[in-house]
C-alpha cells in the first residue's frame, strides 16, 4: 500500500481512506455483514484510515467500525487510525437542525465517541461544520486541550474557507482539512488548498466520485430509495443529471482507452493532484473496494490529463454539490 502523510504534523496513513458513512446511513439500505467485510478488506488491503461521524446513522456508524476492528486481524487492528467528525444536531426523524461547537459541547461528543469506538484515543478529530455561533478558535482549543489529555492525536478541520483555516492553524497543529474534492468539485483549488499548503496542512478528499455520479454505475433511469439523500442533492436531479452524466460519458472513454474503469480514473485524478491529498472513498461492498484500490495502478501523464480536462472542465458540474440548506452551512463556500 502506498503511502501519504497528512500535512507537516499529522500521521502518516494509505493513499486511500475509506470512508464509512454509506454503510450506516444516507445512501439507503446497507448490508451490515457486507459492510464489516468490506472494513475487514480495506485493512487486509492495507488501508489505515477509517473516516466517520458521531451523527453517522446517530452512532450507529461508529460502533459499526467497532464491531468491524474487533474482529478484524490484530495486526490490521492496530494500524487502524479513525478520523471523527462531530458537532451535527439531528432529530429523531434523522433531519439537521445545526451544528455545536461549545468546549463543553466537543468534549461531551467525543466522550461518546471515545465509548462507541470502544478505544482510548481518536487519532483525528473535527467539527463537521463549523457552529456559526461560536469562534473557531474555541472550538479547535477545546480539541487541543483533548490533544493535551491524550484523548485525541491530531486535530483536523472539514469543509472550512481559506480565512477560517488560518485562524485555527493560529491556536493549534492543523493536521488536515477533509473536504469535497473532485473532478466536478474543484473549488478548493482557488484559495483553501493553496492555503492548506502554505500552512502544511494536508487534504482529506471525500466525494472523490461526487457520490457516485462519476463513477460510471450510475444510469438516468435509477431510481432512488426514498432514505437515499441524493435524491434531493441539485446535480442528480432532472437536465442537472443528464448534463452531468454527459461528461461521465466523456471521462468513459478515456478510461476506456486505458483499460481501466471510470471510477478508477476518477480516483486517480484526485490522486495525481498532489502527496498531500488523501481521497476517502465510499465504498459500501467488497467489490466497489477493490475496484478503487485499483486507482492505485493508474498512472495519468500529461496527455491524460490534458484529456480528462478537456471531456470535464473545471466548473462543468450542473448543480450545486448539496441543497441550498446545506450549502449554507459551508464555511467553505463563503
Given at each position: 500500500m502506498q503511502t501519504r502523510t497528512l500535512g507537516t504534523t499529522g500521521p502518516q496513513t494509505s493513499a486511500l481512506g475509506l470512508?464509512?458513512?454509506?454503510m450506516s446511513a444516507l445512501y439507503g439500505d446497507s448490508d451490515r455483514a457486507e459492510s464489516i467485510a468490506t472494513i475487514h478488506a480495506a485493512l487486509e488491503a492495507?488501508?489505515?484510515?477509517l473516516d466517520t461521524g458521531d451523527f453517522y446513522g446517530m452512532g450507529h456508524n461508529e460502533l459499526l467500525i467497532n464491531e468491524a476492528l474487533r474482529t478484524a486481524a490484530a495486526a490490521a487492528r492496530e494500524k487502524a487510525l479513525t478520523s471523527v467528525k462531530f458537532g451535527a444536531l439531528r432529530t429523531v426523524e434523522g433531519g439537521f437542525t445545526g451544528y455545536d461547537g461549545r468546549p463543553n459541547a466537543v468534549k461531551n461528543f467525543a466522550a461518546y465517541s471515545l465509548q462507541r469506538l470502544g478505544t482510548d484515543h481518536i487519532d483525528i478529530y473535527?467539527?463537521?461544520?463549523?457552529?456559526?455561533?461560536v469562534p473557531i478558535e474555541e472550538t479547535v482549543g477545546a480539541i487541543a486541550e483533548l490533544v493535551e489529555a491524550g484523548h485525541v492525536r491530531h486535530i483536523g478541520l472539514s469543509e472550512v474557507g481559506a480565512e477560517t483555516l488560518r485562524r485555527a492553524a493560529a491556536v493549534a497543529p492543523i493536521s488536515d482539512l477533509q473536504?469535497?474534492?473532485?473532478?466536478?468539485?474543484?473549488?478548493?483549488?482557488d484559495a483553501i488548498l493553496p492555503t492548506a499548503r502554505e500552512l502544511g496542512i494536508g487534504i482529506t478528499a471525500y466525494g472523490v466520485l461526487s457520490r457516485g455520479l462519476i463513477s460510471?454505475?450510475?444510469s438516468r433511469d435509477r431510481k432512488l430509495a426514498a432514505n437515499d439523500f441524493r435524491g434531493m442533492s441539485p446535480?442528480?436531479?432532472g437536465e442537472n443529471?443528464?448534463?452531468?452524466?454527459?461528461?461521465?460519458?466523456?471521462?468513459g472513454k478515456i478510461a476506456e482507452q486505458k483499460g481501466v474503469s471510470v471510477a478508477q480514473t476518477a480516483i486517480a485524478w484526485v490522486l495525481s493532484r498532489g502527496e498531500d491529498i488523501v481521497p476517502l472513498v465510499g465504498a459500501r461492498r467488497r467489490d466497489r473496494l477493490a475496484e478503487a484500490?485499483?486507482?492505485l495502478d493508474v498512472t495519468l501523464d500529461g496527455d491524460d490529463l490534458a484529456a480528462i480536462e478537456r471531456a470535464v472542465p473545471a466548473g462543468a458540474a450542473a448543480g450545486d454539490r448539496y441543497p441550498a440548506e446545506q450549502m449554507a452551512h459551508l464555511d467553505s463556500e463563503h
Amino acid at each position: 500500500m502506498q503511502t501519504r502523510t497528512l500535512g507537516t504534523t499529522g500521521p502518516q496513513t494509505s493513499a486511500l481512506g475509506l470512508g464509512c458513512m454509506g454503510m450506516s446511513a444516507l445512501y439507503g439500505d446497507s448490508d451490515r455483514a457486507e459492510s464489516i467485510a468490506t472494513i475487514h478488506a480495506a485493512l487486509e488491503a492495507g488501508i489505515t484510515l477509517l473516516d466517520t461521524g458521531d451523527f453517522y446513522g446517530m452512532g450507529h456508524n461508529e460502533l459499526l467500525i467497532n464491531e468491524a476492528l474487533r474482529t478484524a486481524a490484530a495486526a490490521a487492528r492496530e494500524k487502524a487510525l479513525t478520523s471523527v467528525k462531530f458537532g451535527a444536531l439531528r432529530t429523531v426523524e434523522g433531519g439537521f437542525t445545526g451544528y455545536d461547537g461549545r468546549p463543553n459541547a466537543v468534549k461531551n461528543f467525543a466522550a461518546y465517541s471515545l465509548q462507541r469506538l470502544g478505544t482510548d484515543h481518536i487519532d483525528i478529530y473535527r467539527i463537521a461544520r463549523v457552529d456559526p455561533g461560536v469562534p473557531i478558535e474555541e472550538t479547535v482549543g477545546a480539541i487541543a486541550e483533548l490533544v493535551e489529555a491524550g484523548h485525541v492525536r491530531h486535530i483536523g478541520l472539514s469543509e472550512v474557507g481559506a480565512e477560517t483555516l488560518r485562524r485555527a492553524a493560529a491556536v493549534a497543529p492543523i493536521s488536515d482539512l477533509q473536504i469535497e474534492y473532485s473532478l466536478i468539485s474543484r473549488g478548493i483549488e482557488d484559495a483553501i488548498l493553496p492555503t492548506a499548503r502554505e500552512l502544511g496542512i494536508g487534504i482529506t478528499a471525500y466525494g472523490v466520485l461526487s457520490r457516485g455520479l462519476i463513477s460510471g454505475h450510475f444510469s438516468r433511469d435509477r431510481k432512488l430509495a426514498a432514505n437515499d439523500f441524493r435524491g434531493m442533492s441539485p446535480r442528480f436531479q432532472g437536465e442537472n443529471l443528464d448534463r452531468n452524466l454527459d461528461l461521465v460519458d466523456a471521462l468513459g472513454k478515456i478510461a476506456e482507452q486505458k483499460g481501466v474503469s471510470v471510477a478508477q480514473t476518477a480516483i486517480a485524478w484526485v490522486l495525481s493532484r498532489g502527496e498531500d491529498i488523501v481521497p476517502l472513498v465510499g465504498a459500501r461492498r467488497r467489490d466497489r473496494l477493490a475496484e478503487a484500490l485499483g486507482a492505485l495502478d493508474v498512472t495519468l501523464d500529461g496527455d491524460d490529463l490534458a484529456a480528462i480536462e478537456r471531456a470535464v472542465p473545471a466548473g462543468a458540474a450542473a448543480g450545486d454539490r448539496y441543497p441550498a440548506e446545506q450549502m449554507a452551512h459551508l464555511d467553505s463556500e463563503h
